[in-house]
């Protein structure tokens, strides 16, 4: 039923976001008994799931009204930009969440019509969790200084915490510290889904979150809303933006540390089946 179009080329090393979505979005489609080629014309529907210089170097004969394309793509690239100045040339951009596609319309001037909002599913990991220690810092570009806040903070609360940084460790690592940990004080910077993220919570981690408010990578004239989870309710966590607030915010969180159930959020809106759903009503939308 769907093409999906990649270029292996950007996968190396240790699997990052875009790789993880690509083998998450092939799991979701197999779990739901969806037929799917890769790079491979077969079907009907074709989906380009990145673009930027190389994508439309790759993938040119795609750029035509059968196309979706996303949800990885670089608007600052040339292309990129020229793939949002020119609505002829595909049905959708699929991005994957809300302040992304209010960043394509207010900044780049897409048609918001244009544009759907899909997540990739999230596996289903919650099991029995063997705690061992009180805390696992996920720690992603941030400030030094902030990391050294944050340190003090569990410090002070005679906690025990353990590190993983974006970029250092590997899956079956990562994993095996968050089912070990109570909880997790997320130290994050925007992100676009967050996959390791809801990851943690498929886990059952529950979320203490210094949060961001704006996205400003590129600079302030690029600034929109953001955050550092932008799937998020209630069964999650607790979360806080100023520093001044974080006492307060942890005093809640760690009193009802119990109640927290992140592993339900994910089941709910982010499991295989719901992202599966929401792709096809895109897909099959007109």
């Not at 009204?65 to 670089?74: D, N, R």
């Not at 930009?81 to 991005?95: E, G, Q, S």
């Not at 720690?139 to 944050?150: D, G, T």
């Not at 932008?230 to 109640?259: L, N, S």
Request: with cysteine.
């Amino acid at each position: 039923m769907i093409n999906l179009w990649y270029d292996t080329s950007y996968f190396s090393g240790r699997m990052g976001g875009p790789e993880k979505l690509v083998k998450n979005l092939q799991s979701s489609l197999s779990d739901q008994n969806i037929p799917f080629s890769i790079n491979e014309d077969r079907y009907e529907k074709n989906i380009l799931i990145q673009y930027d210089t190389i994508g439309h170097s790759k993938h040119e004969k795609l750029e035509h009204s059968s196309c979706f394309i996303g949800p990885q793509v670089w608007p600052f690239d040339p292309y990129g930009k020229f793939l949002l100045d020119n609505t002829k040339f595909y049905n959708k951009i699929i991005v994957p969440s809300k302040w992304v596609k209010d960043l394509f319309i207010s900044k780049f001037g897409c048609p918001a019509d244009k544009i759907s909002i899909w997540p990739v599913g999230i596996e289903e990991l919650y099991s029995d969790r063997n705690i061992t220690y009180d805390c696992l810092i996920y720690s992603k570009r941030r400030s030094s200084e902030e990391l050294e806040q944050v340190k003090l903070f569990l410090t002070k609360h005679n906690l025990e915490y353990k590190m993983i940084e974006y970029g250092g460790y590997d899956e079956n690592e990562f994993r095996d510290l968050a089912r070990q940990a109570r909880f997790c004080f997320l130290l994050n910077g925007t992100e676009s889904q967050g996959i390791a993220v809801q990851e943690m919570m498929s886990l059952g981690v529950p979320l203490f979150v210094w949060d961001l408010r704006t996205w400003e990578d590129q600079g302030s004239e690029w600034s929109v809303p953001a955050t550092s989870v932008p799937y998020w309710d209630d069964r999650c966590g607790e979360r806080f933006y100023d520093i001044g607030d974080i006492q307060e915010t942890f005093d809640k969180f760690y009193a009802t540390i119990g109640k927290y159930k992140p592993q339900n959020f994910v089941k709910d809106t982010l499991s295989y089946e719901c992202s599966v759903k929401t792709l096809l009503e895109i897909l099959n939308a007109d």
